[in-house]
């Protein structure tokens, strides 16, 4: 008879939330990631994706060569709990800066000079 109460106290405390092992599971951070540009010598090369989820990322390249900012390039890139790498040179504006967008999250970068561009 004492384990039948037992058993039925677990169940309701269960049922109440109240045990310890009950607790619903919490939702995954999902965090876009987006760094600094790094101007290497002869390279430009930042980060971009998402931490804890998957989906698609609005991107921008801007470049600021006429003195205002415009979008030199744009796109949407599909990571699944990844950060991926990104290079360039030549192909990149002379003065540019990064915006990438996901949900709610948005991030722009500082801009840098690219020393080797085409321009």
Known sequence: MRKLMSAVGAGAL???GLFVGAAPAQ???????????????????????????AGDVYW???????????????????YNNQ??????????PCY?????????QEKLTQPARNNNCAG
Do not use: H, M, P
Request: with cysteine; charged share 15%.
């Open 14 to 16: 269960l049922t109440a």
């Open 27 to 53: 939702a995954a951070t999902c965090t876009l990631v987006q760094s600094e540009i790094y101007n290497g010598a002869n390279i430009i090369a930042w980060s971009r994706g998402l931490e804890g989820c």
């Open 60 to 78: 921008e390249i801007q470049s600021g060569d006429s003195g205002t900012w415009q979008v030199a390039d744009s796109g949407t890139t599909y």
């Open 83 to 92: 950060v991926v790498s990104y290079y360039g040179d030549v192909e990149l």
């Open 96 to 104: 540019l800066r990064l915006y990438a967008k996901f949900g709610t």
